[in-house]
């Protein structure tokens, strides 16, 4: 698919110029007083605008204008983890996924500091820089590593309840959705809770998980749609348990 080879490339490139400002003092501005986004934000997003233009697509990123095009969408989240970003730690990633509607066709996550390239497509398995990849599934234990994503405080308790009861001791919010089911995918990770995910958010990552034989499901343990309002990741013991823990 030409689509997916115009991807891989334009994702190497952002992930070039999001490591060449790093640790570079750059101004910040604040979305809602508390999202922070910078000039590589939008020079990454405008970098994949003109990458994809080719094709007459739709276009739906977190920083710029939607563009209109035909039925398949490009979803991009120029780089996910911009807090971490701007503070100098190296958790950050640049994300692109193609889709028609709630199908997501292949996604790319790329980790620019560590040059690791998770990409999948549809029906083709998940990879990291090549080498196929498979979900960890031993259910939720006290040596499980989970994460979650919520900005809220109600959001952030209700995902501690859900640790507490299922006895998790080893939980993080690391601040980059897409790498942490990245992360998943590659059994790093053991799940992921995500609270009101956007679709840029998300829609590459579930994919790898997906395509590395986990679940990625809406609080209802149903397939996860971008109007849903939670997502949890992870293999399908674990998504099970995960689910069974929320109130």
């Known amino acids: 698919m030409k689509e997916y080879n115009a991807a891989l490339k ?6 070039t110029l999001m490591n060449a400002n790093f640790k570079k003092g ?20 405008r970098l994949y605008k003109r990458a994809f233009a080719k094709f007459g697509h739709s276009f739906l990123g977190e920083e710029t204008k939607s563009v209109a095009g035909d039925e398949y969408c490009w979803i991009i989240d120029p780089i996910d983890g911009t807090s971490n970003y701007v ?3 190296p958790f ?3 994300s692109v996924a193609f889709a028609k ?6 996604g790319i996550v790329y980790n620019p500091f560590t040059r690791e390239l998770f990409h999948a497509e549809k029906g083709k398995g998940a990879f990291l820089n090549g080498e196929r990849l498979r979900v960890k599934d031993e259910g ?16 952030k308790e209700r995902a501690f309840d859900a640790w507490r009861r299922l006895k998790s001791r080893r939980y993080r919010q690391l601040g980059a959705a897409a790498l942490e089911l990245a992360f998943t995918a590659c059994g790093r990770i053991d799940g992921v809770l995500l609270f009101k995910p956007k679709a840029w958010d998300v829609a590459a990552g579930m994919l790898l998980v997906r395509e590395a034989g986990g679940k990625a499901v809406n609080f209802k343990g149903k397939d996860f749609k971008f109007d849903d309002d939670g997502l949890i990741a992870a293999g399908p013991k674990t ?3 995960i689910r069974r823990g929320l109130r």
Not at 10 to 15: I, S, V
Not at 101 to 106: A, W
Not at 140 to 155: M, N
């Open 10 to 15: 334009a994702a190497r490139r952002a992930g």
């Open 92 to 94: 950050y990633n640049t």
């Open 101 to 106: 509607g709630d199908e997501v066709l292949f």
């Open 239 to 241: 998504a099970g348990q």
């Open 87 to 89: 503070s100098g730690i």
């Open 140 to 155: 939720v234990t006290k040596r499980s590593f989970l994460t979650f994503c919520a900005a809220g405080f109600e959001d």
């Open 26 to 45: 750059l101004a910040v501005r604040y979305k809602g007083g508390v999202e922070p986004v910078t000039k590589v934000d939008l020079e990454v997003e």
